[in-house]
């Protein structure tokens, strides 16, 4: 008598009775289903995270310590980063400037591109790449050395007191980073226009001030809190889901930088949409 | 307060079922563990005793069978919280926060569970370091300046420093030179007798069955296939057990190799 059921061949490895002409169906389905199950999983990841966020208790030591590490410790590579996007963006106003007399809005370029896009944008695509990859790693050790289990055993909840001191430190302190890149970054175009491209530095910096409006700066700041919380957000997620030792933690640290940065480019043209809307 | 019930088991485990993808690692295991009582658990590498544990204490989600802690079932967030309120976990690598110091590694639930001011709670770190031989110049260093017998003692301190009814001990005594895996099997016997608490060991060592355990149990292929008292397991009459105790390759047990 023949079973009815399809036979197993090896170690349980079904036979695939799927047409070959469907198959790329079935692989176009699979890969539509696993990209909803991720968006749904690190959704309830982070609705969960930024929940333990704004309910006590916070810890407030963990967030302090998280701040000096992922704040104070990135102030060298936003600010050298800062620096030099400045300069560079200086010199190429300059150049397209003047093919049509426009050179002398050096300056007005230089603090509105510095404070609107590139200094909150440029800040957290390094800090997806410092920071988002330092937690995933971390937290990945800590999953796959049973640290977290610990946690659990003892009582205490790892979005609460893992994850929610990293986001909240990462939302508190990119806007003071990318505060101190924007002024790096215009200072910057300050030493270029000054040294390179002939400004008078008194008069380079009383343009930039009389043309950034509040507007310019706040919508920076905003952009660089929702990326801080993102950075933060991916570097958890990736490191508690990581498993399989030292290459599942290198994996989990690749797909936060990958996804962090994804997620801020997308987040700032969405961000800026609703600025130019709101007309701020 | 604690409410434990004279001869009522502390820790039941009920037809315990677990796979994972095709590969089905518990196909119902019964377990359970008296107030006082030792029990250690040994089986081959991937039987599933790790994972026993595990879902015992909530870490994992059985795909059937129930967990029972003091004669109420523990499935849903608050009574899987209740239970590890009452419960220790020595891990198999220590699993100490390698971002804290000792002390603060030990004294964990006093100060984010209980509230404990750190002052306080670091006092009592070091009164329960002093019970498993370590010294007040150790509550300072970092877990990474520890040798592995330290780290398996920090461990035991944060396990027991709640006083729990129950403790689990995953592999207490791997990676450890034998000397100073029977002095950790020592402080075990001596600590979980002190505070009159339940235990459950998982373990290949025989060196600690015989030291620790009042009863083993034998987990293979998934099933607990033979459990008794520690002094009859050179009698045990199944020949999975004395393939295991005399550590032959040859017999009913293939080896995971």
Redesign the interface.
Known sequence: MTSPLPMAVGAGTPVDHTPALLRPFRLIGRTVLAALREIGAISLFSAQVLIACVTPVVYLREVLRQCIKIGFFSLPVVGLTAVFIGAALALNIYTGGSRFNAEQFVPNIVVLGITRELGPVLAGLMLAGRVSAGIAAEIGAMRVTEQIDALLTLSAKPSRYLYAPRVLAAILTLPVLVLVADIIGVMGGYLVGVGALDFSGPAYLRTTWQFVSSGDIVSGLIKAAVFGGIIALMGCYQGDRSKGGAGGVGRAATLAVVGAAVLILASNYILTSIFVRVGL | MTVVRDNAPILQLRGLRKAFG??HVLHGVDLSVKPGESLVVIGGSGTGKSVTI?CA???MSPDKGEVLFDGRAATDAKSI?TM??R???L???G????SLTVWENVA??LI??DGLNRAKARQRAIETLAKVRLGPSVANLRTAELSGGMQKRVGLA?AIIGAPDLIFFDEPTTGLDPITADAVNNLIVEQVKALGAAAITITHDMASVRKIADEVAMLHEGRIIWRGPAKNIDASGSPHVDQFVHGRADGPIQPAL
């Open positions: 095709a590969k595990k204490l909530g870490l919280e590890r309120r419960t220790g976990m891990f198999q690598g699993a100490l926060f390698d964990f639930a984010y569970r944060r």
